[in-house]
């Protein structure tokens, strides 16, 4: 009996040490984001970092962000074929194809990917500066990393989000037009007509309120993590794939958060 | 100008400083010494409060050098100089860039041309040649990359500067241009200069006054003249290398 209750006891020491962990990982992160986030508000900037980030995160992810949308857009266009048939509404397939694109799967898709490009690679970067000394340098050299390293990338990864997801937008509309009309023999008059008449402006911005706020932890986690990287090659190892779990965690969770908010039931 | 005391750190159940108390006064070159993993480099991070000791004080020309936060830490900051044991270059930037760091950038920041020209001036002063300025950090040899640090440490003749290990990984003729270059700048800038080092022929030239660490406090400290005349049986140990002695060889 005394075996039983020790394991049980251990069962629930086990939990409690994952909630102080927990509550403790989320003031630490909430510290690092609102540091983060003052240092973007206030000067000095460092523009060329800014750009480069840019580039870096915008630029650089549009290939992978494109080729996403292009393949769900023409996914989704044959699945609301499909279950549209069910009830002779196939007619529908031009708007759900865009609504579904523009609301939810350009953004979220689109941030999934790019968690995985860029919350990684901030993440390895800034962790083998850490492990190298690299960001103690620069504290030796009068400038605070937080501002020299973690603003820019923060502030260019919610800035370029929204853009990356309105391309991967039209790519996706693009991707369902192409197979609606190859496929599903569509009328390509009709098709962009109808994907136009029923998308309502709401609807884009707040998909690209969406792709703010995952270009944001985005570029949070992978500063998190790689700032407070351990030591050694396997540290920073640990650092980038914390930082894309629990990057793309987050998106998912939030994603949830905001459908809510934007669109109540 | 510096002066530690009762500076002590613990990383995890692992006690590295149990209580330093050490000073440095201004115009002076002092050089630690110690076997390594006692915690050298840790003791000159705690200074720049890049690591946050456990207990003690740290006083920088009278300053709480560890309570400093926001723009009181960077102005304090503005007087040091350091190179890190193993360079901290910045791979993403040219050589010259990395020296010119300070350069180009804060209140008084220089011009991209007459930055890289300081900057190669410096490189010279350190043994390495203009064309090392175009190359990144990656393609030059350790001994290099420590020369392109310790360039970058006194780009803008700071008022203290540290030197962590500014002579290992370098040929012995080297090693002597870079005492030279160390005793040179104490004299001729009036700097404050904090070394570590193992190798006792760079601590006769560099240092004033000398301090050994082990075992977590400074076991010794004096001028450099005494370090072979001392009864401490570590300094004696370290200073000639002995394999018998406080200082077991096998930790
Ligand atoms: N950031 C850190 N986290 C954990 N342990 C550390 C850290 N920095 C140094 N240490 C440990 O402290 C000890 C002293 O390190 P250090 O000061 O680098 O030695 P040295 O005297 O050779 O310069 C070493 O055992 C090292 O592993
Ligand atoms: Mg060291």
Redesign the interface.
């Known amino acids: 009996m005394p075996a039983a209750i020790r394991l049980v006891q251990g069962f629930l020491a086990s939990i409690g040490a994952a909630v102080l962990g927990l509550c403790q990982t989320t003031g630490s992160l909430t510290l690092f984001a609102l540091d983060g986030v003052s240092h973007v508000l206030r000067p000095p900037w460092y523009p060329m970092e800014f750009a480069r980030q840019l580039l870096r995160i915008g630029y650089f992810s549009l290939p992978v962000v494109g080729l996403t949308a292009l393949f769900t857009g023409g996914a989704l266009a044959l699945q609301i074929y499909a279950g549209g048939a069910r009830f002779n509404a196939e007619s529908v397939v031009p708007s759900i194809v865009a609504i579904g694109m523009v609301r939810e799967l350009g953004p979220v898709l689109g941030g999934l990917m790019v968690a995985g490009r860029v919350s990684a690679s901030i993440a390895a970067e800034l962790g083998t500066m850490r492990v190298t000394e690299q960001i103690d340098a620069l504290w030796t050299l009068s400038t605070n990393p937080m501002k020299y390293l973690v603003a820019p990338r923060l502030l260019a990864a919610t800035l370029a989000m929204p853009a990356l997801a309105f391309v991967g937008d039209v790519i996706g509309i693009m991707g369902g037009f192409a197979v609606g009309v190859a496929r599903l023999d569509f009328n390509p008059a009709v098709y962009i007509d109808t994907t136009w008449r029923f998308l309502e402006t709401g609807d884009i911005t707040s998909g690209l309120i969406k792709a703010a706020v995952f270009g944001f932890i985005i570029a949070l986690m992978g500063c998190y993590q790689g700032y407070r990287s351990g030591r050694g090659a396997q540290g920073v190892g640990r650092a980038t794939t914390n930082a894309v779990v629990s990057a793309s965690i987050l998106i998912l969770a939030s994603n949830y958060i905001l459908t809510e908010a934007l669109f109540p039931a | 100008m510096i002066a530690l005391s009762g500076v002590a750190k613990a990383f995890g159940s692992k006690r590295v400083l149990a209580g330093v108390d050490l000073s440095v006064a201004r115009g002076e070159s002092l050089v630690i010494i110690g076997g390594s993993g006692t915690g050298k480099s840790v003791t000159l ?1 705690c200074v ?3 690591i946050v000791p456990d207990a003690g004080r740290i006083l920088v020309d009278g300053q709480d050098a560890v309570a400093a936060r926001g723009r009181a830490r ?1 102005a304090m ?2 007087k ?3 190179l ?3 360079g ?4 993403s930037m040219l050589v010259w860039e990395n020296v010119a ?2 350069l180009l ?2 209140q008084n920041r220089l011009g991209r041309a007459e930055a890289r020209e300081t900057a190669i001036e410096k490189l010279k002063r350190v043994g390495l040649t203009a064309e090392t300025a175009d190359l990144f950090p990656a393609e030059l040899s350790g001994g290099m990359q420590k020369r392109v640090g310790l360039a ?1 440490a006194i780009a803008t003749t700071p008022e203290i500067i540290f030197f962590d290990e500014p002579t290992t990984g370098l040929d012995p003729i080297m090693a002597d241009v870079i005492n030279d270059l160390i005793r040179e700048i104490v004299v001729e800038m009036g700097a404050t200069a904090m070394t570590i080092t193992h190798d006792m022929t760079s601590v006769r030239k560099i240092a004033d006054r000398v301090a050994m660490l082990h075992e977590g406090v400074i076991q010794w400290a004096g001028p450099v003249g005494e370090i072979d005349t001392t009864e401490n049986p570590y300094v004696h140990q370290f200073v000639n290398g002995l394999p018998d002695g406080p200082i077991a060889a096998v930790r």
């Open positions: 991070k720049l409060g890049l960077e900051l503005d040091f100089g350091m890190f044991q193993g901290a270059l910045f791979d760091f300070r950038r804060g970058r």
